[in-house]
């Protein structure tokens, strides 16, 4: 079985660019969630794709925005970086119905 | 509303020590809750769950027992690893299955 996978692992960007991290959900999952985790902070939801639709949002600005794909991968999109948008954004896979969130390694952003 | 608090770190101790991490919730409905562990420079790993209350959820030496009338799901281990030092995460869902949320942490260090 695999596990969620996430790419790239690091990332540096500029303030203003624009950046897409990716991820692929664990074998026999269809629901994917994004969270950004700041610096000694616990994770913070951004939102969650099932059925290839956004299915809740947490409280993130609309520059934030994502796709699931028909094989369940998923995208995440942040327009015009911010420097607070340096963190590790991690994604988790789930059953729909399921209460169980698994969790990808993350990828590392960096904005200068 | 919904939110999670647990105690603040870092927990220091020596390896065979008992450990005691807090962890109590607030939730509309009826929450599963978590423990994830974070390891240096990796992502989420659950490491319990538990459902519903009076539920004992328990892995690799772990236990958390789901208490409604304290609202509090605490973990604890009765001998602590330096293997064990790690970052500690609770985690409610608040009565839905869309997102997790967070407590911010606690590191906890075992030192041989």
């Known amino acids: 079985e695999t596990g969620v996978t996430q790419s790239p692992t690091h990332l540096i960007k500029t303030r203003g660019q624009q950046v897409t991290l990716r991820c692929s959900s664990q074998s026999g999952h269809n629901t994917v969630s994004w969270y950004q985790q700041a610096l000694g902070q616990g994770p913070q939801f951004i939102f969650q794709?099932?059925?290839?639709?956004?299915?809740g949002r947490g409280n993130f600005p609309p520059r934030f925005s994502g796709l699931q794909f028909p094989n369940y991968s998923s995208e995440l999109n942040v327009n015009a970086l911010e420097l607070d948008d340096s963190a590790l954004y991690l994604c988790?896979?789930?059953?729909?119905?399921?209460?169980?969130?698994?969790f990808g390694p993350g990828t590392r952003l960096l904005v200068l | 509303g919904n939110s999670v608090t647990q105690m603040e770190g870092p927990v220091t101790l020596s390896e065979e020590a008992f450990l005691t991490i807090n962890c109590t919730y607030t939730?509309?409905?009826?929450?599963?809750l978590f423990w994830y562990v974070q390891y240096p420079g990796e992502g989420l790993q659950l490491l319990l769950k538990a459902t519903k209350a009076d539920d004992k959820g328990s892995n690799k030496g772990f236990e958390a027992t789901y208490r409604k009338e304290t609202t509090s799901f605490h973990l604890e281990k009765g001998s602590v690893q330096v293997s064990d030092s790690a970052v500690y995460f609770c985690?409610?869902?608040?009565?839905?299955?869309?997102?997790?949320?967070f407590g911010t942490g606690t590191l906890l260090a075992v030192q041989p």
């Open positions: 988790a896979s789930s059953s729909a119905g399921s209460e169980t969130q698994y």
């Open positions: 794709y099932y059925r290839e639709e956004e299915n």
């Open positions: 939730a509309t409905g009826y929450p599963s």
């Open positions: 985690a409610s869902d608040g009565g839905a299955t869309n997102k997790l949320i």
